[in-house]
């Protein structure tokens, strides 16, 4: 599966015989114009990834970026803090077990001679274990705001302060449940977006105190719990210096946001499209080529009912025309009907 993050629309989808390497570099090579990619950490298509972009480097082609996306990483970090919570809510109840045993016998007038030992190191797991937890929640919240684009204190974040900060957090993410997140927290395509928003905005062409400005009321836009009186009349002062420095600042935010809208870190759309076709296979036992096409048409012809692309379509928002038509009506027309109105949409008036 592959989307395009900007229009959300299904550019292809095969069922193919192995997920390999040499399948996702073919199908990448399909895409000579791609710029950049979003991509979970499978090995496939990981391998897929190398593989293209030594090609094109070897044929002297545009290389593209490589991002490794928050939202397999930020999965697999919930799963390992509900592991480690989990490890200390089980060492408690052991804790508590022993402790109701050891006052059930006393209020029988039994002897607690020689059990102490045992409730007491089950006491101190527990604390261990609890101890552990908070402090691996507490870690893990740290390294989460690597993936912000606005740092705690209103910054634009960058890889040094994105690395910085996983760094710290490294230490307090120990035990095998934490595994396979250290290993993603130490990738460097995990901030790979981070150099995208930076290069980019570099390309406006904006004078670097208006940059400066205008990111400084976006981080405070997007950090809402940093609104004070304070942080208020620091705006204003902001406000005005971009007034008389820029009298059309507001232009130059909009492309500015835009900017930061158009950097993309997750790969969640794929993982949309592909609980829809496993959704399917479910229900049929069987999915076809044909099929995946078709859920893929009618997905990519299906107008947006909210949010920034309302009433739009994947499609459109890609630059296909497409005829005024139902789903269904467009599927009666004949492949050579269809082609005369796509042909007949691009003719000038």
Request: overall charge positive.
């Amino acid at each position: 599966m592959v989307v395009e993050s900007a229009s959300l629309c299904g550019l292809t989808g095969r069922l193919v015989a192995a997920r390999d390497g040499v399948t996702w570099a073919e199908e990448l090579a399909r895409w000579p114009a791609l710029q950049a990619i979003v991509r979970d950490d499978g090995a496939g298509l990981g391998n897929g990834v190398k593989r293209e972009r030594a090609r094109r480097r070897a044929a002297g082609e545009a290389d593209f970026d490589d991002t490794l996306d928050v939202f397999h990483t930020l999965r697999e970090g919930g799963r390992a803090l509900r592991a480690t919570w989990g490890a200390a809510t089980r060492a408690l109840q052991r804790a508590d077990a022993a402790q109701q045993a050891h006052d059930r016998r006393g209020r029988q007038g039994q002897s607690c001679q020689g059990r102490g030992a045992l409730r007491q190191r089950l006491w101190r797991q527990a604390e261990q274990f609890w101890d552990q937890a908070a402090a691996a929640e507490t870690a893990w919240n740290q390294a989460r705001s690597a993936w912000d684009l606005f740092t705690p204190t209103g910054r634009l974040n960058d890889r040094a302060t994105a690395a910085a900060t996983v760094a710290a957090a490294l230490p307090s993410l120990d035990g095998a449940a934490w595994a396979k997140v250290r290993r993603l927290l130490r990738r460097p395509e995990s901030f790979t977006f981070l150099d995208q928003a930076h290069q980019r905005l570099t390309a406006l062409g904006l004078d670097p105190d208006v940059l400066s400005a205008l990111l400084d009321l976006e981080g405070l836009r997007r950090r809402p719990e940093r609104r004070s009186a304070a942080t208020w009349v620091w705006a204003c002062v902001r406000t005005v210096q971009l007034t008389k420095a820029c009298p059309p600042w507001r232009d130059a935010m909009k492309q500015v946001r835009a900017v930061l809208r158009g950097v993309s870190r997750a790969s969640s759309l794929v993982e949309c499209l592909n609980s829809v076709a496993r959704m399917q296979q479910a229900r049929h036992r069987k999915m076809t080529q044909g099929l995946l096409d078709l859920k893929r048409l009618y997905g990519n012809v299906r107008r947006f009912r909210t949010g920034r692309r309302k009433n739009q379509t994947p499609y459109g928002l890609l630059g296909v025309k497409l005829p005024e038509l139902s789903f269904w009506e467009l599927l009666q027309l004949r492949p050579e009907q269809l082609r005369q109105q796509l042909s007949a949409s691009r003719d000038p008036p």
